[in-house]
Protein backbone atom coordinates (compact mmCIF):
# COMPACT_ATOMS: atom_id res chain seq x y z
CA UNK A 1 0.00 0.00 0.00
CA UNK A 2 1.36 3.33 -1.01
CA UNK A 3 -0.99 5.35 0.39
CA UNK A 4 -0.06 7.72 3.36
CA UNK A 5 -0.27 5.33 6.80
CA UNK A 6 -0.73 6.11 10.37
CA UNK A 7 -0.40 4.34 14.23
CA UNK A 8 -1.97 3.21 16.07
CA UNK A 9 -5.64 3.74 14.77
CA UNK A 10 -7.35 3.79 17.85
CA UNK A 11 -6.11 4.51 21.26
CA UNK A 12 -7.62 5.10 24.65
CA UNK A 13 -6.31 6.63 27.59
CA UNK A 14 -6.65 7.47 30.92
CA UNK A 15 -7.03 11.72 31.42
CA UNK A 16 -3.27 13.27 32.22
CA UNK A 17 -1.41 10.28 30.56
CA UNK A 18 0.88 11.50 27.32
CA UNK A 19 0.36 9.64 23.59
CA UNK A 20 2.18 9.77 20.44
CA UNK A 21 0.88 9.28 17.14
CA UNK A 22 3.09 8.22 13.64
CA UNK A 23 2.31 9.06 10.25
CA UNK A 24 4.15 8.15 7.16
CA UNK A 25 3.49 9.90 4.03
CA UNK A 26 3.57 9.12 0.25
CA UNK A 27 6.86 8.38 -0.17
CA UNK A 28 7.82 11.08 -2.65
CA UNK A 29 5.59 13.67 -0.95
CA UNK A 30 8.06 16.47 0.88
CA UNK A 31 4.69 18.28 2.58
CA UNK A 32 3.02 16.81 5.67
CA UNK A 33 0.45 18.28 7.77
CA UNK A 34 -1.67 17.31 10.66
CA UNK A 35 -5.32 17.86 11.23
CA UNK A 36 -7.73 17.25 14.34
CA UNK A 37 -11.59 16.22 13.74
CA UNK A 38 -14.22 16.75 16.03
CA UNK A 39 -17.92 14.60 15.04
CA UNK A 40 -19.77 16.57 12.97
CA UNK A 41 -17.06 18.96 11.62
CA UNK A 42 -14.25 19.77 8.62
CA UNK A 43 -10.97 18.84 9.70
CA UNK A 44 -8.78 21.66 11.90
CA UNK A 45 -5.58 22.38 10.33
CA UNK A 46 -3.13 21.84 13.56
CA UNK A 47 0.46 21.69 12.09
CA UNK A 48 2.52 22.14 8.66
CA UNK A 49 5.75 20.64 7.53
CA UNK A 50 7.95 20.98 4.52
CA UNK A 51 10.02 18.44 4.56
CA UNK A 52 11.86 18.52 8.11
CA UNK A 53 11.08 22.16 8.82
CA UNK A 54 7.75 22.75 10.82
CA UNK A 55 6.41 25.92 9.10
CA UNK A 56 2.86 26.69 10.12
CA UNK A 57 1.51 25.69 13.94
CA UNK A 58 -2.28 26.52 14.46
CA UNK A 59 -3.17 28.15 17.53
CA UNK A 60 -5.57 25.06 18.31
CA UNK A 61 -1.81 23.75 18.97
CA UNK A 62 -1.25 24.03 23.04
CA UNK A 63 1.87 23.93 24.44
CA UNK A 64 0.87 20.47 25.30
CA UNK A 65 0.88 19.35 21.71
CA UNK A 66 4.61 18.75 19.81
CA UNK A 67 4.72 17.47 16.22
CA UNK A 68 8.13 16.10 14.73
CA UNK A 69 9.45 15.56 11.67
CA UNK A 70 13.28 14.69 11.90
CA UNK A 71 14.56 13.07 8.66
CA UNK A 72 11.32 14.96 6.81
CA UNK A 73 9.50 11.46 6.13
CA UNK A 74 7.47 10.03 8.71
CA UNK A 75 5.94 12.56 11.61
CA UNK A 76 4.95 11.69 15.31
CA UNK A 77 2.68 14.12 17.14
CA UNK A 78 2.83 14.21 20.63
CA UNK A 79 0.18 15.33 23.20
CA UNK A 80 1.30 15.28 26.75
CA UNK A 81 -1.55 15.32 29.92
CA UNK A 82 -4.23 14.36 27.80
CA UNK A 83 -7.62 15.92 28.42
CA UNK A 84 -10.96 14.62 27.71
CA UNK A 85 -11.42 17.65 25.44
CA UNK A 86 -8.45 16.27 23.01
CA UNK A 87 -10.81 13.21 22.30
CA UNK A 88 -10.76 13.19 18.63
CA UNK A 89 -9.76 11.95 15.57
CA UNK A 90 -6.17 12.91 13.78
CA UNK A 91 -5.62 13.04 10.63
CA UNK A 92 -2.74 13.11 8.69
CA UNK A 93 -1.92 14.31 5.16
CA UNK A 94 0.87 14.69 2.74
CA UNK A 95 1.17 16.54 -0.70
CA UNK A 96 3.81 16.99 -3.05
CA UNK A 97 5.38 20.20 -4.57
CA UNK A 98 5.61 20.90 -8.35
CA UNK A 99 9.28 20.31 -10.20
CA UNK A 100 10.74 24.04 -11.62
CA UNK A 101 10.64 27.53 -11.09
CA UNK A 102 7.23 27.29 -9.48
CA UNK A 103 7.78 24.68 -6.79
CA UNK A 104 7.65 26.68 -4.22
CA UNK A 105 4.16 28.82 -4.56
CA UNK A 106 2.40 25.34 -6.22
CA UNK A 107 -0.27 23.86 -4.01
CA UNK A 108 -1.09 19.64 -4.72
CA UNK A 109 -3.56 18.00 -3.45
CA UNK A 110 -3.73 16.52 0.05
CA UNK A 111 -4.26 12.74 0.63
CA UNK A 112 -5.21 11.77 3.57
CA UNK A 113 -4.41 8.95 6.26
CA UNK A 114 -6.92 6.74 7.71
CA UNK A 115 -6.63 8.63 10.99
CA UNK A 116 -5.82 7.65 15.32
CA UNK A 117 -8.80 8.22 17.11
CA UNK A 118 -8.16 8.77 20.37
CA UNK A 119 -10.38 8.43 23.20
CA UNK A 120 -9.31 10.22 26.84
CA UNK A 121 -11.40 9.00 29.41
CA UNK B 1 -11.15 35.54 10.06
CA UNK B 2 -11.04 33.03 6.63
CA UNK B 3 -14.35 30.74 6.33
CA UNK B 4 -15.93 28.04 4.32
CA UNK B 5 -19.67 27.53 4.28
CA UNK B 6 -21.51 24.23 3.04
CA UNK B 7 -25.12 24.01 2.48
CA UNK B 8 -27.43 22.37 3.25
CA UNK B 9 -25.83 20.67 5.93
CA UNK B 10 -27.50 17.12 5.87
CA UNK B 11 -29.57 15.99 2.70
CA UNK B 12 -31.97 12.70 2.22
CA UNK B 13 -32.53 11.61 -1.67
CA UNK B 14 -33.72 8.86 -3.55
CA UNK B 15 -31.64 6.44 -5.86
CA UNK B 16 -31.66 8.38 -9.47
CA UNK B 17 -32.20 12.15 -7.97
CA UNK B 18 -29.20 14.59 -8.90
CA UNK B 19 -28.27 16.63 -6.20
CA UNK B 20 -26.19 19.57 -5.70
CA UNK B 21 -24.05 20.63 -2.88
CA UNK B 22 -23.10 23.93 -2.49
CA UNK B 23 -19.91 25.90 -0.87
CA UNK B 24 -18.72 29.52 -0.32
CA UNK B 25 -15.71 30.59 0.61
CA UNK B 26 -14.02 33.66 2.34
CA UNK B 27 -10.22 33.55 2.05
CA UNK B 28 -7.25 35.48 1.49
CA UNK B 29 -4.57 34.23 -0.65
CA UNK B 30 -6.84 31.78 -2.54
CA UNK B 31 -5.20 28.54 -4.35
CA UNK B 32 -7.86 26.37 -5.09
CA UNK B 33 -10.91 24.69 -3.86
CA UNK B 34 -10.86 21.05 -3.29
CA UNK B 35 -13.80 18.85 -2.90
CA UNK B 36 -13.22 15.31 -0.11
CA UNK B 37 -15.73 12.33 0.17
CA UNK B 38 -15.97 10.99 4.01
CA UNK B 39 -17.54 7.75 4.82
CA UNK B 40 -16.64 6.78 7.95
CA UNK B 41 -13.18 7.00 7.87
CA UNK B 42 -10.61 9.52 6.24
CA UNK B 43 -11.63 12.01 3.55
CA UNK B 44 -11.30 10.62 -0.09
CA UNK B 45 -9.94 13.18 -2.46
CA UNK B 46 -12.31 14.13 -5.24
CA UNK B 47 -11.41 17.09 -7.57
CA UNK B 48 -9.29 19.69 -7.17
CA UNK B 49 -10.26 23.50 -8.88
CA UNK B 50 -7.62 26.77 -9.49
CA UNK B 51 -9.60 28.08 -12.30
CA UNK B 52 -13.30 29.60 -12.56
CA UNK B 53 -15.46 28.09 -15.41
CA UNK B 54 -13.78 25.33 -15.89
CA UNK B 55 -15.73 21.99 -15.18
CA UNK B 56 -14.32 18.39 -13.43
CA UNK B 57 -16.08 15.57 -14.10
CA UNK B 58 -15.04 12.25 -13.11
CA UNK B 59 -18.23 9.34 -13.37
CA UNK B 60 -21.46 10.69 -12.45
CA UNK B 61 -20.04 13.56 -10.41
CA UNK B 62 -18.83 17.04 -11.60
CA UNK B 63 -17.81 20.43 -9.94
CA UNK B 64 -17.21 24.01 -11.04
CA UNK B 65 -15.68 26.78 -9.34
CA UNK B 66 -16.83 31.00 -9.89
CA UNK B 67 -13.89 32.56 -8.23
CA UNK B 68 -15.55 35.97 -9.09
CA UNK B 69 -19.02 34.73 -6.76
CA UNK B 70 -16.68 33.02 -4.74
CA UNK B 71 -18.30 29.71 -4.19
CA UNK B 72 -18.24 26.42 -5.86
CA UNK B 73 -21.14 23.55 -6.55
CA UNK B 74 -20.37 19.76 -6.58
CA UNK B 75 -22.98 17.74 -8.59
CA UNK B 76 -24.07 14.16 -8.32
CA UNK B 77 -26.11 12.93 -10.84
CA UNK B 78 -28.10 9.08 -10.68
CA UNK B 79 -27.33 9.16 -7.30
CA UNK B 80 -26.58 5.27 -5.72
CA UNK B 81 -26.60 4.57 -1.96
CA UNK B 82 -22.84 4.22 -2.51
CA UNK B 83 -23.09 7.75 -2.91
CA UNK B 84 -23.69 8.37 0.95
CA UNK B 85 -21.02 10.07 2.63
CA UNK B 86 -20.37 13.12 4.18
CA UNK B 87 -18.95 15.78 1.76
CA UNK B 88 -16.19 18.04 2.15
CA UNK B 89 -15.39 21.53 0.77
CA UNK B 90 -11.62 22.77 1.68
CA UNK B 91 -10.10 25.82 0.04
CA UNK B 92 -6.06 25.78 0.21
CA UNK B 93 -4.30 29.35 0.94
CA UNK B 94 -0.95 30.45 0.94
CA UNK B 95 -0.64 31.46 4.85
CA UNK B 96 3.50 32.67 4.10
CA UNK B 97 6.92 31.17 4.85
CA UNK B 98 6.11 28.34 1.85
CA UNK B 99 3.26 27.39 3.60
CA UNK B 100 -0.28 26.36 2.95
CA UNK B 101 -3.11 25.68 4.54
CA UNK B 102 -6.61 23.90 4.20
CA UNK B 103 -9.48 25.24 5.49
CA UNK B 104 -12.63 23.12 5.92
CA UNK B 105 -16.14 23.12 6.03
CA UNK B 106 -18.79 21.10 8.03
CA UNK B 107 -19.61 19.13 5.33
CA UNK B 108 -22.66 17.88 3.79
CA UNK B 109 -24.52 14.58 4.54
CA UNK B 110 -25.86 12.94 1.70
CA UNK B 111 -28.02 10.03 2.51
CA UNK B 112 -29.10 8.13 -0.47
CA UNK B 113 -32.06 5.86 0.26
CA UNK B 114 -32.83 2.59 -2.21
Known amino acids: DTGVSQDPRHKITKRGQNVTFRCDPI?????LYWYRQTLGQGPEFLTY????????KSRLLSDRFSAERPKGSFSTLEIQRTEQGDSAMYLCASSSTSSGLAATSSYNEQFFGPGTRLTVL | EDKVVQSPLSLVVHEGDTVTLNCSYE??????LLWYKQEKKAPTFLFML????IEKKSGRLSSILDKKELFSILNITATQTGDSAVYLC??????????????FGKGTKLSVIP
Open chain 1, 49 to 56: FQNEAQLE
Open chain 1, 27 to 31: SEHNR
Open chain 2, 90 to 103: AVAFYSGAGSYQLT
Open chain 2, 50 to 53: TSSG
Open chain 2, 27 to 32: VTNFRS
